[in-house]
Structure formats: structure tokens, C-alpha cells
């Protein structure tokens, strides 16, 4: 790398892991509170696919930017760029759990992309280290999400009761009933 990218490289790394606080912050919030499983759900959802669209354009950028492909490489690149976005519409849409399943699945085989893409074309050599740093980033927190099950009621549906009080707790007993 040369003194002339450094600043390239740094910045990138930098506005990249900024780009991932949210997902630590939704994930994270799900984690240590779990009364926050469904208000973290959608906007965690939301925007894992907004970065899985925003991934998919890089290559779009990447096809008018390469000099040695072919006209068919380039427009094989560009139709490819569509389909993150056509997958995070289509997490947006599923239900919970399978939303999260088909955002991580989408940013690993993009990946996978990327890395065909990296062995074909010249592309800088820190742009796979970093997307893997990214990629990680927001697949871990969009798996810690499914783990704890975002987007789900949490099991106790009152703050203070463990489903563990003596089954003489009025406010667990269901109406009585005299015969």
C-alpha cells in the first residue's frame, strides 16, 4: 500500500465501522434487555438491508470502473448488483427469524461474490480484508439477533413475573370458578 492510499484505506476502514455501530447498538440492545426483542426487530431488519443494497451498488460502481472487462462482465456485474437489494426487499417482507436467516445468507454469498470478483479483476487489494471485517461485523450482530429471537414476544410477558412465583399468585391464577 502506498503512502497515497493510506488515507484511503483508513478512512474506509473507519466510515465502515461506523456504518456498523447501528448493528451492534440493536443487536447489543437486544442482548442485554430482552424486553427489547421487538422494538429493535424491524429497525434492525431495516437496516441490514439498506447496507445489503448499498453492498450490491458497489458493484455497480465497480462495472463502470474496471477497465479490462468486456462489455458482457460488465453487464453480468451491473444486473448481479440488483440482486441485494431484490434480497433485502424481500427480508423486509418475511416473517421473523427468516428475515434475519436470509440477510445473513445474502451478505455471505455477496461476499463469496466479491471474492470471484477479486480473483478476476483488478480491485484494491484492502477491499476483501475490509469487506470481511464488515461482513462479519453485521452477520455476527444480525445473528446475535436471531439467537435471541428479535422480533418475538419475550417469554415473560410482564417485567416482574419469572413464570417461577408459587402458583398461588393471584395476579397467575386464571378467574375461579365455583361449582
Not at 86 to 111: E, K, N, T, Y
Amino acid at each position: 500500500m502506498s503512502a497515497r492510499t493510506q488515507p484511503l484505506v483508513t478512512s474506509a476502514l473507519w466510515l465502515g465501522i461506523a456504518g456498523l455501530l447501528p448493528f451492534f447498538f440493536l443487536a447489543g440492545a437486544a442482548l442485554i434487555d430482552p424486553r427489547l426483542r421487538l422494538a429493535v426487530h424491524m429497525p434492525l431488519v431495516a437496516y441490514g438491508a439498506v447496507i445489503l443494497a448499498f453492498v450490491g451498488a458497489l458493484h455497480w460502481g465497480i462495472a463502470m470502473m474496471l477497465p479490462n472487462a468486456s462489455n458482457g462482465q460488465r453487464i453480468f456485474l451491473m444486473a448481479w448488483s440488483v440482486v441485494p437489494a431484490l434480497l433485502a426487499w424481500a427480508a423486509v417482507l418475511l416473517p421473523a427469524g427468516s428475515d434475519l436467516a436470509l440477510l445473513i445468507a445474502a451478505f455471505w454469498v455477496h461476499f463469496a461474490f466479491d471474492y470471484q470478483l477479486a480473483l478476476q479483476q483488478p480491485v484494491p487489494r484492502w477491499y476483501l480484508p475490509l469487506r470481511i471485517v464488515l461482513t462479519l461485523g453485521a452477520t455476527l450482530s444480525l445473528a446475535a439477533a436471531l439467537a435471541v429471537g428479535t422480533g418475538r414476544e419475550p417469554a415473560s410477558p410482564h417485567p416482574f413475573f419469572t413464570d417461577t412465583e408459587a402458583p398461588s399468585c393471584p395476579a397467575l391464577r386464571g378467574p375461579e370458578v365455583e361449582i
